[in-house]
């Protein structure tokens, strides 16, 4: 298991597959993100893909009281196959609304057959209300 990620709102944090993240970083954190699934593809060298490479997670956000939800990205638009920023989503926990950017993915470069462990998905949080 990857160590614990610990982070504060409105800063980017990085997450792999089956790590979470603190929000903030306390003994008693607001939010606790955790990547619990990665559906992804990618096209081997040299060759002609119809689908562009693309890592879609799915994180389960956890609650001050327990409560958990699962978030499958990208969640308000057509599945994106970029990279760069790919979606932003409303969360509601704590009686409050937060959003959650889905900001990028990264491979650890010369990887030409990327597992689950292999990809970095990055994310930033902020509170709303």
């Not at 060298?45 to 119809?50: I, K, Q, T």
């Not at 956890?62 to 308000?76: E, F, M, S």
């Not at 491979?107 to 998905?121: E, L, W």
Request: glycine fraction near 4%; aromatic fraction near 12%.
């Amino acid at each position: 298991m990857p160590a614990t990620v610990n982070s504060a709102f409105d800063q980017e944090f990085a997450l792999n597959y089956r790590q979470q993240a603190f929000l903030p970083s306390t003994n008693q954190p607001e939010l606790t993100v955790e990547a619990t699934e990665l559906s992804y593809a990618f096209c081997p060298r040299n060759a002609r893909c119809l689908i562009p490479d693309y890592v879609w997670p799915t994180l389960t956000v956890t609650d001050a009281q327990g409560l958990t939800q699962q978030i499958k990205l990208p969640a308000n638009q057509e599945r994106t196959y970029t990279a760069g920023w790919i979606d932003t989503t409303s969360v509601r926990a704590n009686g409050r609304r937060y959003l959650l950017y889905y900001l990028n993915w990264q491979v650890q470069p010369g990887n030409d057959a990327p597992q689950k462990k292999d990809i970095t998905t990055r994310y930033r949080i902020s509170k709303v209300n």
